[in-house]
């Protein structure tokens, strides 16, 4: 699945491109089938309807797991480093993870799990939410993950909105020296959440938590039933190509975040082949991805991408500045971490404490790099090439999506010529294209354009849960018979892309994806709120920031409370990663005579760029333009 040579990821990507099934079929072969294709592709992206190795059995853990225990039982799967430095690390062997995943597999049926039901996960970063998700996956019940950041009414608006009837949490999760109290965010979420019969708690920070009586059971209970019960082993269920292994909930331009959902065979094939060959991984290497498993780089990057290729992956519950802004490198040198892969927003933060923090780190291990979740600025992208990678190790910089499931254009590891601030060629099976406005591919180099995909691969999304409408407008109405990526890019010269961020109403900050009008629908929700406008601005570490212009008359005389008010609200319906940055109080926003707000306007003065404001003239009231300019934070 590795192409060794850069002629050879040129002979192999245009065989990609004129025979795409005879590609993916030889890739398909590397992996374990109960049962092999009839067909490899079937496609239209009208409906849109995308089938991959069509009539193919099988379950992904026996690829993450079981087909890895003849040979390499001992190799550790999962090595996990704690929050807390002084508390003991933990190794967890293919065969460990293997007997934990079908033990938790069967707690999981006993308390009336099966195949096709929705099960809500909402843990910290312990081997334990790596075997909830391969246990589910085990039974072919779909896991809805989310992230520890999100607060009780966004998990109860996912909870509903996939009709989960199981949720799997902890007491409470450390991050730094901040506590979350997991379980009791769950128990605000589940008063609207009438679909849960069951909640399974893990014990990790021994928070106090309230167990409802004949809906809670501890975790630790649970196992020690299954042991007393004495069988260890759990079957996988069989499932088809195309049934549903995941939902992913991500922010898009409109209010609503999204179910993205993947299926077994394709997804399986796509994140294995493209870890393989992007990171060039070998057998024994240590491989260290710091993304959290609540985000699809950690579902790709952490579980099942790296466990297909049996892997050793490094997995961490802390934060990269606690106890220190040393911690990342403690832990490479601890491991002997040879592939290291993280995001911009880390390495600019780390980046911002001085080299000071380098000293005495033994960074010799690693080999090769990598980075994830938006554009890695040139002076980010040297840093990290001089400082942690001491000139010899190669960057892998790897656009991707969640909705894509895995890399689509990036470098491969010592094959492709690397280019700072560039994700430089797509890998083989993605054909990409540039379009203009009005959906005209643009052909050449040296071209700016919006990002679209013209022909499926096995990763791609297959529907939104519950709305296939949804999908099919959100990504493939724009541009006929493409996939619309959302995001604008460069090519250049040689043929090299660059991202140049999204050209949608979607910001990315610290590499998490947040729309524009979830932040201002929270907003809004302020009984002191009429109405309220959100933009992104250039922010040093997180890349973007969330600058807000709100209307709000009545203040109680006070606008720094309110300001904090204000915050509080988004922090409760959505989480505190969409907190705003900033806050300007204005007495109208600029909108057009037909009641357009003018978010380009804003956008500009939130940049702090007010020489040239554009055409202001269809504004229905110009004037505001002023006052918020002269407001601008
Ligand atoms: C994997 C992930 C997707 C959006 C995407 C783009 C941005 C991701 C990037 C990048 C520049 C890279 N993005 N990787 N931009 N260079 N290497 O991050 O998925 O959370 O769905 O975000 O992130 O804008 O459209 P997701």
């Known amino acids: 699945m590795q192409v060794k040579t850069f002629d050879e990821y040129q002979q192999v990507y245009r065989k990609s491109v004129e025979e795409p099934e005879a590609f993916w079929a030889e890739i398909a072969e590397n992996f374990k089938w109960r049962k092999k294709w009839d067909k490899v592709l079937e496609w239209n992206f009208t409906e849109p309807k995308v089938e991959w190795f069509k009539g193919a059995k099988l379950n992904i853990t026996e690829n993450c797991l079981d087909r890895h225990l003849e040979n390499n039982a001992d190799t550790p799967a999962i090595i996990w480093e704690p929050n807390d430095p002084s508390e003991n690390h933990r190794i967890l062997t293919y065969k460990q993870l293997h007997d934990k995943v079908c033990q938790f597999a069967n707690v999981l049926k006993n308390n009336g799990a099966k195949k096709g039901d929705r099960i809500c996960i909402y843990m910290p970063m312990v081997p334990e939410l790596a075997i909830a998700v391969l246990a589910c996956a085990r039974l072919g019940a779909v896991h809805s993950v989310v992230f520890g950041g999100f607060s009780a009414q966004s998990i109860a608006d996912r909870i509903k909105d996939a009709e989960c009837n199981i949720v799997i949490t902890a007491d409470g999760a450390e991050r730094g020296n901040k506590n979350v109290p997991l379980k009791s965010v769950i128990d605000d979420a589940l008063v609207q959440c009438p679909s849960i019969k069951r909640v399974i708690v893990l014990t990790r920070s021994h928070t106090p938590v309230s167990m409802i009586k004949g809906r809670d059971v501890w975790w630790e209970d649970e196992v020690k039933k299954v042991e007393t019960q004495g069988n260890p082993d759990c079957p996988a269920e069989e499932m088809d190509t195309e049934d549903m292994l995941f939902i992913l909930y991500t922010s898009g331009s409109t209010g609503k975040p999204k179910g993205v959902v993947h299926t077994c065979g394709g997804y399986m094939v796509y994140a294995g082949y493209t870890f393989a060959n992007a990171f060039q991984y070998q057998p024994g290497e240590v491989y260290f991805c710091t993304a959290d498993i609540g985000w699809i780089t950690g579902h790709s990057y952490i579980a099942y991408g790296p466990l297909t290729q049996g892997a050793t992956v490094v997995m961490f519950e802390g934060i990269p500045t606690y106890p220190d ?240 008010d204000i915050i509080m609200t988004v922090s409760r319906i959505i989480g505190p990663i969409a907190k705003p940055d900033k806050i300007q109080f204005v007495s109208g926003l600029p909108k057009t005579r037909s009641g357009k707000i003018m978010r380009r306007i804003l956008r500009k003065i939130a940049e702090g760029d007010t020489s040239n404001l554009g055409d202001t003239s269809t504004l229905l009231d110009p004037g505001v333009v002023e006052e918020i300019k002269a407001g601008a934070l």
């Open 325 to 564: 802004a040393g911690r990342f490198w403690d832990i490479v040198d601890k491991f002997k971490v040879n592939i290291f892969y993280t995001a911009p927003t880390a390495i600019r933060s780390l980046m911002s404490f001085g080299d000071d923090i380098l000293k005495g780190k033994d960074l010799s291990s690693l080999t090769k790099l990598g980075s994830v979740g938006e554009p890695l600025n040139e002076e980010a992208w040297h840093w990290f090439n001089d400082k942690i990678g001491k000139g010899k190790c190669p960057i892998v910089d790897t656009w991707w999506q969640t909705e894509t499931g895995g890399f689509m254009i990036s470098p491969i590891a010592n094959v492709t010529p690397l280019k700072p601030g560039y994700a430089s060629l797509p890998l083989p099976g993605v054909q990409t294209v540039l379009v203009d406005e009005n959906g005209k591919e643009i052909e050449g180099n040296g071209v700016s354009g919006n990002l679209c995909i013209k022909f499926p691969w096995p990763g791609i999304l297959r529907t939104t849960y519950g709305d296939h409408e949804r999908c099919r407008q959100t990504y493939f109405a724009t541009y006929e018979n493409m996939y619309f990526t959302g995001d604008g890019v460069l090519r250049d010269e040689d043929g090299y892309y660059r991202i140049t961020g999204r050209v949608d109403d979607v910001l990315n900050v610290s590499g998490h994806r947040i729309g524009t009008a979830e932040v201002e629908n929270a907003l809004n929700m302020h009984s002191s709120v009429v109405e309220s406008a959100v933009v992104g601005y250039p922010h040093d570490i997180k890349g973007q920031g969330v600058y807000a212009f709100v209307v709000s008359p009545d203040k109680h005389g006070n606008e720094d409370i309110t300001r904090k």
